[in-house]
């Protein structure tokens, strides 16, 4: 029988057949796999949390409580962790017409209500008072930070009097690490302190300009976004209590929970992701297969990029890569096709430095890789729009290896990577320490 890939693609998959003898290397988590009890383990880390006491005796000391949870673009298992701590919190004697719910979705678009029942759960949607941060409306003034960022938050935070952070740990490709801090800073904050926070990507012109050294996935140290996330999230004068989650095989699974300390708890949360979802491989390869790993991580391609982060990582320079990524909701974000007219990567360098968008920055990360590698996307983008960014567009995946295959070397290594943001490929001499 012929031999075929399939990688996921929106709700289905992209599937092709391949010419005989072709060989692959599946890239995929060798980790601790799923908990076999998660509401438990999930218990077990609120009642003995890392910096702080128990969730049950600060919840219960409290008056109001606010989750705030990540958006409908975080495949982090909401939907089924947040029962399990509606359960707890009622077990303390906090009911829930105490506790409300926010989604921290920073610049993203808001959901629908279709969208808040499916990412959440129709009983937390029925059961609690749900709102969505709006990063132009209804913001206090905290000051600046040393790096020049003026720090505004949502303004409902202090009509609380413990605010509950729900997420999950994945890497990111520029702030180091999703989750933690990243869940105030930039998920419940103003658009100026999001765009001056993230312009931090790039290094000052003095220094040659260009990506600031430090900022990349898988780290905290160093990372100049990272530290002025943190920063700025410190100047929130609320109680916060962190539920950090790494996701298990898939959506609605758990390899691990960690809870307390904002800061303290997310560490050892990013500590424990990278022993285990850091890759490490022996050699790139000449042509990577990859993914987004599917709705919701594939409905833009602002969120799409961030698989082929992953796949970017394990692609020999000069390398192929077919990245498959629906895109059913376009681009992800208002006035990103201007950036689409830029014909260099200096010219978006000097248009973000002069009116940072957030999302510009984004684009500009793309024409970075496919300057770097032959990257043919499989996608439901217009053609003229992909080509822009300086890649190959494809309808289906059968195209793009048809296109591909003739001008590849003889007996060449292939990896498939059908989720490119679940793994930090590492190459093996080098380690990754966050």
């Given at each position: 029988?012929?031999?075929?890939?399939?990688?996921?693609?929106?709700?289905?998959?992209?599937?092709?057949?391949?010419?005989?003898?072709?060989?692959?290397?599946?890239?995929?988590?060798?980790?601790?796999?799923?908990?076999?009890?998660?509401?438990?383990?999930?218990?077990?880390?609120?009642?003995?949390?890392?910096?702080?006491?128990?969730?049950?005796?600060?919840?219960?000391?409290?008056?109001?409580?606010?989750?705030?949870?990540?958006?409908?673009?975080?495949?982090?298992?909401?939907?089924?962790?947040?029962?399990?701590?509606?359960?707890?919190?009622?077990r303390a004697g906090v009911g829930p017409e105490r506790v409300d719910v926010m989604l921290a979705r920073g610049t993203h678009r808001a959901a629908s209500d279709a969208e808040l029942s499916e990412a959440l759960g129709a009983e937390t949607v029925r059961r609690h008072?749900?709102?969505?941060?709006?990063?132009?409306?209804?913001?206090?003034?905290?000051?600046?930070?040393?790096?020049?960022?003026?720090?505004?938050?949502?303004?409902?935070?202090?009509?609380?009097?413990?605010?509950?952070?729900?997420?999950?740990?994945?890497?990111?490709?520029?702030?180091?690490?999703?989750?933690?801090?990243?869940?105030?800073?930039?998920?419940?904050?103003?658009?100026?302190?999001?765009?001056?926070?993230?312009?931090?990507?790039?290094?000052?012109?003095?220094?040659?300009?260009?990506?600031?050294?430090?900022?990349?996935?898988?780290?905290?140290?160093?990372?100049?976004?990272?530290?002025?996330?943190?920063?700025?999230?410190?100047?929130?004068?609320?109680?916060?209590?962190?539920?950090?989650?790494?996701?298990?095989?898939?959506?609605?699974?758990?390899?691990?929970?960690?809870?307390?300390?904002?800061?303290?708890?997310?560490?050892?949360?990013?500590?424990?992701?990278?022993?285990?979802?850091?890759?490490?491989?022996?050699?790139?390869y000449p042509l990577v297969l990859s993914g987004s790993g599917g709705f919701p991580t594939d409905r833009n391609l602002v969120q799409a990029h961030k698989g082929l982060v992953g796949a970017v990582r394990l692609a020999a320079p000069g390398g192929v890569i077919v990245h498959c990524a629906e895109c059913s909701d376009g681009l992800g974000g208002d006035d990103l096709e201007r950036w689409l007219a830029m014909e260099t990567?200096?010219?978006?360098?000097?248009?973000?430095?002069?009116?940072?968008?957030?999302?510009?920055?984004?684009?500009?990360?793309?024409?970075?890789?496919?300057?770097?590698?032959?990257?043919?996307?499989?996608?439901?983008?217009?053609?003229?729009?992909?080509?822009?960014?300086?890649?190959?567009?494809?309808?289906?995946?059968?195209?793009?290896?048809?296109?591909?295959?003739?001008?590849?070397?003889?007996?060449?290594?292939?990896?498939?990577?059908?989720?490119?943001?679940?793994?930090?490929?590492?190459?093996?001499?080098?380690?990754?320490?966050?």
């Amino acid at each position: 029988m012929r031999a075929s890939v399939s990688l996921p693609c929106g709700k289905g998959f992209e599937t092709a057949g391949l010419p005989d003898g072709w060989v692959m290397d599946l890239v995929e988590s060798s980790g601790p796999g799923d908990l076999p009890d998660p509401e438990t383990a999930l218990l077990d880390a609120l009642e003995r949390p890392i910096g702080c006491p128990p969730l049950s005796a600060r919840a219960a000391a409290a008056g109001r409580i606010l989750l705030v949870v990540s958006d409908i673009t975080r495949k982090d298992g909401k939907a089924e962790l947040l029962p399990w701590l509606q359960a707890y919190l009622s077990r303390a004697g906090v009911g829930p017409e105490r506790v409300d719910v926010m989604l921290a979705r920073g610049t993203h678009r808001a959901a629908s209500d279709a969208e808040l029942s499916e990412a959440l759960g129709a009983e937390t949607v029925r059961r609690h008072a749900v709102y969505q941060h709006d990063c132009d409306r209804d913001l206090r003034d905290l000051g600046v930070t040393s790096r020049g960022t003026p720090v505004l938050l949502n303004r409902r935070l202090w009509d609380y009097d413990l605010l509950v952070v729900v997420t999950g740990v994945v890497h990111h490709y520029f702030a180091g690490f999703g989750g933690g801090c990243k869940m105030i800073v930039p998920g419940v904050a103003g658009r100026s302190t999001i765009r001056r926070s993230h312009a931090l990507v790039f290094q000052d012109e003095s220094q040659g300009g260009g990506r600031r050294p430090g900022v990349e996935p898988g780290r905290l140290t160093g990372n100049a976004v990272h530290e002025d996330f943190a920063e700025a999230s410190r100047r929130l004068d609320r109680p916060v209590f962190l539920i950090d989650s790494v996701r298990g095989s898939r959506a609605g699974r758990f390899a691990g929970f960690w809870a307390g300390d904002l800061f303290k708890a997310h560490r050892l949360a990013c500590d424990a992701y990278l022993g285990w979802r850091a890759y490490p491989f022996l050699a790139p390869y000449p042509l990577v297969l990859s993914g987004s790993g599917g709705f919701p991580t594939d409905r833009n391609l602002v969120q799409a990029h961030k698989g082929l982060v992953g796949a970017v990582r394990l692609a020999a320079p000069g390398g192929v890569i077919v990245h498959c990524a629906e895109c059913s909701d376009g681009l992800g974000g208002d006035d990103l096709e201007r950036w689409l007219a830029m014909e260099t990567l200096s010219e978006m360098e000097r248009e973000l430095r002069r009116d940072y968008v957030i999302y510009g920055q984004t684009l500009y990360a793309l024409r970075e890789k496919a300057a770097a590698h032959r990257i043919h996307l499989v996608s439901r983008l217009p053609p003229e729009q992909v080509r822009a960014l300086g890649m190959h567009p494809a309808a289906s995946l059968e195209q793009a290896l048809s296109e591909v295959i003739p001008g590849l070397p003889p007996n060449h290594a292939t990896a498939v990577f059908p989720d490119g943001g679940s793994l930090l490929p590492v190459p093996a001499a080098r380690g990754c320490d966050a």
